[in-house]
């Protein structure tokens, strides 16, 4: 079993980068290919981002990509989500999430472990 804590969620206005944290605790951390999701008032939880165990492989939602970068740190039990040219709509919960299974995946019923979550708000 895992334990995930997320951390770095804030206010920031639209345009700007923050960076968040995931840190796991328990089984090992390579053991678990990892996720970010997000949910916004009202919506469904969606997927973000993905990585594999080794960190070779990731996985973007198109809303995301070429904004957002997931990378993971086996060697400190963390996984990073750097979000850049942040937009409104990328307000929400934004939750850690892992899975026993190697590969990337995006639904969020693939997953076995989930953090808290940690706020994100982008004003305009």
């Known amino acids: 079993q895992v334990q995930l804590v997320e951390s770095g969620g804030g206010l920031v206005q639209a345009g700007g980068s923050l960076r968040l944290s995931c840190a796991a605790s328990?089984?090992?951390?390579?053991?678990?290919?990892m996720g970010w999701f997000r949910q916004a008032p009202g919506k469904e939880r969606e997927f973000v981002a993905g990585?594999?165990?080794?960190?070779?492989?990731?996985y973007y939602a198109d809303s995301v990509k070429g904004r957002f970068t997931i990378s993971r740190d086996n060697a400190k039990n963390t996984k990073y989500l750097q979000m850049n040219s942040l937009k409104p709509e990328d307000t929400g919960v934004y939750y850690c999430a892992a899975r026993i299974f190697n590969g990337v995946a995006s639904s969020a019923d693939e997953y076995d472990y989930w953090g808290q979550g940690t706020q994100v708000t982008v004003s305009s």
């Open positions: 328990g089984r090992t951390f390579s053991s678990y290919a």
């Open positions: 990585i594999t165990r080794s960190g070779t492989g990731t």
